[in-house]
């Protein structure tokens, strides 16, 4: 403790070098402690013999040189004056480190003497400012390392070790260590590393001491990698060969290379373990315990690392680092041979030491980290001697070295993977895929271990995309991101078993994997626009390059069409597996090959594409074709055989196809490798004959040694006899045959390769070709946050994935498991949205429905308690509502699944009372009808329901039930499990928010919305003919209550589902016989969607009122129940709406639907109001409605439904009307355009003759009062016409048509019915010869110019005759006989007076004069002589000629077509 003490005081005295007092203060303290620790030191020397008497020499008495410098040291040290960094630290350190050195001194002495060392070095006082520090540390670490001492007992021997790895330790953290040279720290760790073997054999203690060292002073000196300038590590060019004599440099210590020392080590005798006598070979080793003779030690010759001299002697640094890591990897390399060693039996060593290696190697890569890639050697010794490690001891079956080797792995993917993308695949395809499925004979320990690094590699966020765009997308790379998927996806399957931590492990991987890629969706940066890539025309596939591999905007389109072109080829190489014509004209059309084949390209496909089959391309190769020749020789040519040996080229040349069986073809194959091989590597070779020919004699040496048939063997003396003289004539080395001898023996060169089925294993010729690819590789594409190409991976994986979670979600026991899914379920959900995959969403609520138990035929007798108690239902059937209001937009035929969801809950009672009414009530509007009342959604409150009573629906209905006793089943009270399950149950519902759906659904898309309308008529069945159970119509009126509301709800895009809603209306109105709540919904449904949308669409305006025609289609009996609602329905309509609905069609329906009423006792006071609001004062009356109006005023007159008053008033309206045509005659003078004017007028015309028309049948009421008010007016609106023009061929009409038609019917009718029927018919007649005299006379002077005027006169007279003559109760009329010739009278005098009727000639050529006093006379014969007294003539021939004389010309000619309009016009009116 007080040491501790001592040591902050000294640290706050330093930092206040200027007061004096505390200055002589810190150099007193120091002083003391130094001669503390010298006291120390004596105090255990004198305890020995030999050292507490005197030694003799000559005749004096003197002591020890080793005390004698101690002693010496403690008589300096109070009298120094100077600050003590300006002492030199050599001077107080000597004498303890010529105590450690000397081999005098037993354990106890040189003990203390490192505990002094230690002690001092932990002062902070030497540090890099210090006097000459450079060589006190070099001299402490030769000292320490090459300490000496006398064994006499065990535990002693280890407290030395102990503490010499302490004071190592120490230096290495002393602030002095950045004086140390390269060769000092690599000799620490030499020594560290003796002392752990050394420990192999003492006590636990000092075992984990060693290796913990070992461990601080490799994290010490990589930590130091970052701060290293990259010149410091300017390394020496030249021969890669480690000179192992070091010229110059102090002999007492090893140069670090040499890390182990030769000789024999055991645990008698210990100074000889750690002398530092140089050995005399390169090899450094040292024999492990019941190993003899097997060296650890650094491989010579080309693998090893070489620096100058004069950059192992400078400041620690770079070369240090790649001498220590060197080593490390090197301890990986002989643990490996070791193991294979006959006597290896210890399992211990054979997981220990590369598991040390390893952790230490693992430490190395931490805190290096991303500097390595700045230092070439160091990452030379990572990307290939490591790595080609990494991926042997992947394999092992030690799962504490898997796991060691994965995390190093991982640490190598952060920090360097820009520089690993091969070795990385390497390892993806050979490890991880391999041991993590069994069916590779895999434990199940190592499957999880592997499991568990590829699920850390996932939760890498970018992991994926980076497998995906580099080795994917890379025709020459195998597609990792898919296969590792894949692996997630079947692994998270269980298959006949219960789920085990493999299962959910694999799944957590899935999950991470696909949160990765929701988080970059929620970055906001999805590039919609991924346009499909197409190869427009023929570019060499292998040549595509990209500009900037830094830019996402160069790089994403660059792989997506790499990852096209790899597809493409895939496609191209099953074609060319079934016929290989075939195969290379499909690639011609996709333009992967040009249209006139070359053999660059053919060859290229051949070399590049996996999954040909191997023996086809051997074949093609093989050909003596000349094309295949050409192919062939380029083929030879896409590889890489620089510095590689034969052997080695040759296994890569043939693991690509399958060599042909024949000699002529393996001879032209052959010969097209040696080309290039000898083009290459020609090495020792003279000419490329040579390589042929051993070529050849390596293929028939592998045939002979590996097939089983040849029994006599060819010896290693018979190979190089077979070969002399094939080199230009004279001999090959024979080292270099012998090697290739044994290299064929040990491993066959395989002539008949895989065909790419499983996983690959790295074989050391393999892994030289990887490295050649890997320095000529495409840069490594590092990927940033955007989603960019998360759209295409996701099509890859959502299927297997989709199907994994949901099949864990099954199996799952545990709510942690079932919310892990949840989550996986909403990260797709959103994926899919965000990258418009409408499929996989609708896949997802599909699987997700499924678990939602609503789906299921009910066999649970309380469904809602088993609801209520099921966590993985309630999870599921929230999700699915999150789902759909979150995602809708992008969901399609999922709405289904959804529906029949909703449905179930609908009859389980679960659903919020008015969850379609509140969807709807939502966007109610509150337009003015009229004064100042907001429209209320009527439909739902004043109509009676007909049909089946719904149950009590609603949360509270149905907890109500739960809770009340049935009287006819008595029940006892629910539990509180029961209660609690509803309660739960309950609570799930409400955070489904379903009516959200509905409500929101103006905010969906419309091909999403367009989908839920078709999925709620669907789920509403075909409404059948007959009876239909009451569940069923329960459900049909539910499902038509949601698709009205989001009808309503989306008014602006009413186009879009209009047609659907109607054609669903229109089956159920047609196929509807008695009442029920369906089609009460239906029809009001109707009325409501065009109440509320016609203010709003009136280009739709027509398509909505003609849906209403429907009503007119209902069974009688169902019309006959909702009459009177529908019409105030329809008068709020039109109400609301006049002035929207401006066509002739609209009117048509409402006028239709008005008229109907006209006959129902209770509608048609409803009915007549809404006609009254249209035709009072005309305000609502247009060309358009006019007509239709006036047809059902007349319905209304003529109708005996209520009070004659109210026949009356529809009179009345009729008459009034014709101010309105007045009014518009008037305005279309005032047209500008004159055809529009004229046009106009003529649609008057017709809408009055039409008017006069009505009236007409009117008039042959049974009701008196009705009759003659029906004449009074149409006499009115004949003669009260000034306002309009009509043409006088519309007279002539009129009178056929409308006056002498209804005179004539009036006539049968007195004639034909009895008096009871019609009263008072002799008023009627009086009235009607009154209105023919009255507008006859007002007329006339239009009408006497018209040709046919004589027969329109004959017409007049001859029914003034015919009601002379008419009987009513069997006798003539008085009142007739008295009216009718007055009337006439008058009417002769009238036309008398205006020249019409006069005699114009005596000779009987006057056919109009002869003509009416012949029917004058039949009527009244004393008329003549009443009117003409005098029977003269008074007017001048010449007024005869201009009024009468052209009248009758050819009258009979003229007559025809008068009669055929008024025949066509009392057709139309009648």
Not at 763 to 785: C, E, G, Y
Not at 1203 to 1215: G, H, N, V
Request: net charge negative; proline share 4%.
């Amino acid at each position: 403790m007080g040491r501790l003490k001592l040591q902050t005081g000294i640290k706050a005295i330093e930092e206040e070098p200027e007061e004096c007092d505390a200055t002589s203060s810190h150099k007193a303290t120091l002083a003391c402690i130094i001669n503390s620790e010298i006291g120390s030191v004596l105090a255990v020397m004198r305890r020995n013999v030999r050292w507490g008497g005197r030694y003799m020499s000559g005749d004096d008495q003197l002591e020890h040189s080793l005390i004698q410098s101690l002693k010496a040291l403690r008589r300096q040290i109070f009298s120094w004056q100077h600050q003590w960094h300006t002492i030199n630290p050599a001077v107080y350190l000597q004498p303890f480190l010529d105590v450690i050195r000397s081999d005098e001194t037993g354990a106890p002495i040189t003990g203390v003497a490192l505990s002094s060392v230690y002690n001092i070095l932990t002062l902070d006082v030497i540090d890099q400012n210090s006097i000459n520090v450079d060589d006190a540390m070099h001299m402490l670490v030769d000292a320490i390392t090459s300490c000496r001492f006398e064994v006499t007992d065990p535990a002693s021997e280890e407290v030395v070790l102990m503490k010499i790895l302490q004071v190592l330790l120490a230096c290495m953290r002393s602030k002095a260590s950045v004086m140390l040279s390269n060769q000092h720290v690599c000799t620490i760790v030499n020594t560290c590393f003796r002392i752990v073997h050394q420990a192999g054999t003492k006590g636990e203690l000092l075992q984990r001491i060693a290796r913990h060292t070992m461990h601080e002073l490799v994290r010490c000196i990589f930590s130091h990698l970052p701060d290293v300038q990259s010149t410091e590590s300017a390394l020496v060019n030249g021969n890669n060969t480690v000179k192992r004599e070091i010229a110059g440099v102090n002999s007492e210590y090893a140069f670090g290379s040499r890390l182990l020392e030769n000789g024999n080590i055991n645990s008698e005798y210990v100074p000889e373990q750690l002398s530092t006598n140089p050995p005399s070979n390169g090899s450094s080793g040292l024999v492990v315990s019941g190993i003899d003779e097997t060296t650890i030690g650094v491989p010579g010759g080309k693998e090893a690392v070489q620096y100058d001299l004069h950059l192992m002697t400078e400041p620690y640094g770079v070369p240090c680092m790649v001498e220590i890591f060197h080593f490390l990897c090197s301890l990986l390399n002989v643990s490996e041979h070791m193991g294979m060693g006959p006597r290896s039996n210890t399992i211990a060593f054979d997981e220990d030491v590369p598991l040390f290696a390893l952790v230490l190697i693992n430490s190395a890569i931490e805190l290096g980290g991303a500097s390595i890639q700045h230092h070439p050697k160091l990452l030379n010794l990572v990307q290939d001697e490591l790595f080609r490690n990494l991926m042997q001891f992947g394999l092992s079956t030690s799962p504490l070295i898997l796991s060691m080797v994965c995390s190093i792995v991982l640490n190598l993917y952060h920090h360097l993977r820009m520089e690993l993308k091969l070795q990385l695949e390497a390892f993806f395809s050979c490890v991880i895929l391999r041991l993590a499925q069994s069916r590779y004979g895999a434990s199940y320990q190592q499957q999880e271990v592997a499991m568990e690094a590829l699920v850390d590699f996932c939760r890498q966020k970018n992991f994926m995309v980076e497998m995906y765009a580099n080795l994917d997308c890379d025709i020459t790379c195998s597609n990792v991101f898919e296969e590792l998927a894949n692996l997630l996806s079947k692994s998270a399957f269980p298959v006949n078993c219960p789920l085990s931590s493999i299962h959910i492990l694999a799944l957590d991987g899935l999950i991470a994997v696909i949160q990765g890629m929701a988080e970059r969706v929620g970055n906001g940066s999805v590039s919609s626009a991924l346009t499909p890539v197409n190869l427009e025309e023929y570019t060499p596939f292998w040549m595509v390059k990209c500009d900037n591999y830094g830019d996402p905007n160069h790089w994403v389109p660059f792989v997506r069409r790499r990852k096209y072109i790899k597809r493409r080829l895939m496609i191209g190489a099953d074609h060319f597996n079934r016929d290989p014509k075939k195969g290379l004209e499909f690639l011609q059309g996709t333009h992967l090959l040009p249209d006139k084949l070359d053999p660059q390209s053919v060859a290229c496909f051949f070399r590049y594409t996996a999954g040909l089959d191997k023996n086809l391309v051997g074949d093609f190769l093989g050909n003596h074709d000349e094309f295949c020749v050409q192919v062939l020789h380029k083929f030879a040519g896409t590889f890489d055989f620089q510095d590689m040996n034969l052997d080695t080229a040759l296994r890569l040349f043939l693991e690509t196809f399958r060599l042909p069986g024949e000699s002529q073809k393996i001879q032209r194959v052959l010969e097209a490798f040696s080309e290039r091989y000898y083009e290459q590597s020609p090495l020792i070779l003279a000419n490329k004959d040579a390589a042929l020919l051993l070529s050849y004699s390596i293929i028939m040496l592998n045939t002979d040694q590996h097939n089983v048939q040849v029994k006599k063997k060819m010896t290693e003396e018979d190979f190089i006899r077979n070969n002399r003289h094939i080199n230009g004539g004279s001999d090959l080395p024979r080292d270099f045959l012998a090697e290739l001898y044994h290299s064929i023996c040990k491993n066959e060169i395989r002539t008949t390769p895989e065909q790419g089925a499983g996983y690959p294993e790295m074989t050391p010729s393999r892994w030289i070709d990887l490295m050649h690819k890997s320095k000529k590789n495409a840069p490594f594409i590092v990927s940033d946050s955007r989603a960019s190409l998360d759209h295409d991976m996701f099509a890859i994986m959502s299927g297997p994935t989709i199907a994994a979670i949901s099949v864990v979600f099954d199996h799952a026991e545990h709510e942690d498991v079932y919310q892990t899914c949840i989550d996986g379920f909403l990260a797709i959900a959103k994926i899919s949205a965000c990258h418009h995959l409408e499929d996989v969403l609708d896949d997802l609520v599909v699987s997700l429905c499924k678990f939602t138990t609503l789906l299921n035929p009910s066999s649970v007798e309380e469904p809602v308690l088993a609801f209520g108690d099921d966590t993985k239902a309630r999870m599921s059937t929230v999700t699915v509502f999150t789902i759909a209001n979150r995602y809708g937009d992008y969901i399609r035929t999922g709405w289904r699944n959804i529906l029949d969801c909703i449905l179930r809950l609908h009859k389980l009672g679960l659903l919020p009372a008015r969850v379609a009414s509140d969807a709807a009530d939502e966007s109610e509007f509150s337009a003015d009808a009229g004064p100042g009342k907001p429209i209320t959604n009527s439909l739902s409150v004043q109509m009676p329901t007909v049909g089946t009573p719904r149950r009590s629906s609603g949360l509270m209905g149905r907890f109500s039930q739960l809770l009340s006793l049935d009287t006819e089943e008595p029940r006892s009270q629910p539990t509180e499990q029961q209660l609690a399950a509803h309660q739960r149950t309950l609570q799930t519902i409400q955070k489904c928010h379903i009516d959200g759906i509905f409500t929101e659904s103006k905010f969906l898309q419309a091909e999403s919305l367009l989908q839920l309308a078709r999925a709620l008529i669907w789920a509403a069945g075909r409404p059948q003919k007959g009876n239909s159970s009451p569940e069923d119509e329960d459900t049909a009126v539910f499902c038509l209550e949601l698709l009205i509301a989001i009808t309503l709800n989306n008014r602006d895009r009413i186009v879009l589902l209009w047609q659907g809603v109607y054609e669903h209306i229109s089956n159920i109105v047609q196929s509807t016989m008695m009442p029920c709540a369906l089609v009460e919904k239906a029809v009001f449904g109707l009325l409501r969607i065009c109440q509320r949308l016609l203010p709003y669409k009136e280009n739709l305006a027509d398509e909505l009122l003609r849906s209403l025609q429907l009503v007119l289609k209902l069974d009688a009996r169902v019309l006959d129940a909702y009459c009177e609602q529908i019409t105030l329905e329809v008068s709020r309509l039109v109400k609301a709406n006049t002035s929207h609905i401006r066509s002739q069609l609209g009117w048509r329906t409402i006028t239709s639907l008005i008229s109907f009423t006209a006959r129902h006792p209770e509608a048609s006071e409803a009915g007549f109001d809404t006609l009254s609001f249209i035709m009072s004062d005309g305000t609502h009356l247009l060309p358009a409605n006019y007509i239709l109006c006036v047809d059902a005023s007349r319905q209304f007159a003529e109708s005996r439904v209520g009070q004659t008053e109210r026949s009356l008033t529809a009179l009345d309206l009729m008459a009034g009307s014709v101010d309105c045509l007045v009014r518009w005659s008037h305005e279309a003078k005032q047209a500008i355009n004159e055809d529009e004017a004229v046009k106009m007028s003529q649609d008057i015309a017709e809408m009055w003759l039409r008017l006069v028309q009505v009236l007409r049948k009117v008039c042959l009421d049974q009701r008196e009062e009705v009759r003659n008010h029906a004449l009074s007016l149409l006499q009115k609106c004949l003669t009260e016409v000034d306002g309009i023009s009509l043409p006088l061929g519309h007279w002539l009409q009129c009178f056929e048509a409308v006056i002498f038609t209804m005179l004539d019917d009036l006539l049968e009718i007195s004639q034909g019915h009895s008096q009871k029927d019609y009263r008072n018919m002799e008023g009627t007649l009086i009235f009607a010869m009154k209105l023919l005299s009255k507008v006859f006379l007002q007329l006339l002077s239009d009408l006497s110019q018209l040709t046919t005027f004589c027969k329109l006169w004959l017409g007049v007279l001859s029914r003034m005759e015919k009601y002379m003559k008419v009987k009513v109760r069997g006798k003539k009329s008085d009142k007739l006989q008295e009216q009718v010739p007055e009337l006439l009278k008058n009417t002769l005098i009238v036309m008398n007076s205006k020249g019409v009727l006069v005699q114009r000639s005596a000779l009987g050529g006057d056919s109009l004069w002869e003509l009416t006093w012949l029917h004058v006379n039949s009527i009244s014969p004393s008329l003549k002589s009443e009117v003409f007294p005098d029977q003269t003539l008074e007017q001048s021939e010449t007024k005869t000629g201009e009024t009468g004389g052209v009248l009758l010309s050819d009258e009979a000619g003229k007559v025809a077509p008068t009669e055929m309009m008024s025949s066509e016009l009392s057709g139309t009116g009648g």
